[in-house]
């Protein structure tokens, strides 16, 4: 049993910083992927970022590589995600995600909800032009 906890969404303006943080309860999610992904009203849970449990290995999403930062402790049961730039067009839910089973060995199961099977509460991180 694993349980996630999002917190540091908030509203910001254009250009501004965030660091969301994900912290769990129970097992230590030490040698488990750990994801973000966001969700904007109508539309599908996209991808952020994720990391792998060993060497630092790290992937983003395409479009938000360069201003966005994944990164973890796993002493602390903690993963982050640093936001920079931000933009209106980031405006969403922020979900932290687990996998605890492994799918997302396989290297394409790190980009979809389904590669996860443990997901927080979401943390709403807000935009303004």
């Known amino acids: 049993q694993v349980q996630l906890g999002e917190s540091g969404g908030g509203l910001v303006q254009a250009g501004a910083s965030l660091r969301l943080s994900c912290a769990a309860s129970g097992r230590t999610f030490s040698s488990y992927t750990m994801g973000w992904f966001r969700q904007a009203p109508g539309k599908v849970r996209e991808f952020v970022a994720a990391i792998s449990w060993s060497f630092d290995s790290t992937y983003y999403a395409d479009s938000l590589k360069g201003r966005f930062l994944i990164s973890r402790d796993n002493a602390k049961n903690t993963v982050f995600l640093q936001m920079n730039s931000l933009k209106p067009e980031d405006t969403a839910v922020y979900y932290c995600?687990?996998?605890?089973?492994?799918?997302?060995?396989?290297?394409?199961?790190?980009?979809?909800?389904?590669?996860?099977?443990?997901w927080g509460q979401g943390t709403q991180v807000t935009v303004s032009s």
């Open positions: 995600a687990a996998d605890t089973r492994r799918s997302t060995y396989y290297s394409n199961n790190r980009i979809y909800p389904s590669g996860y099977d443990y």
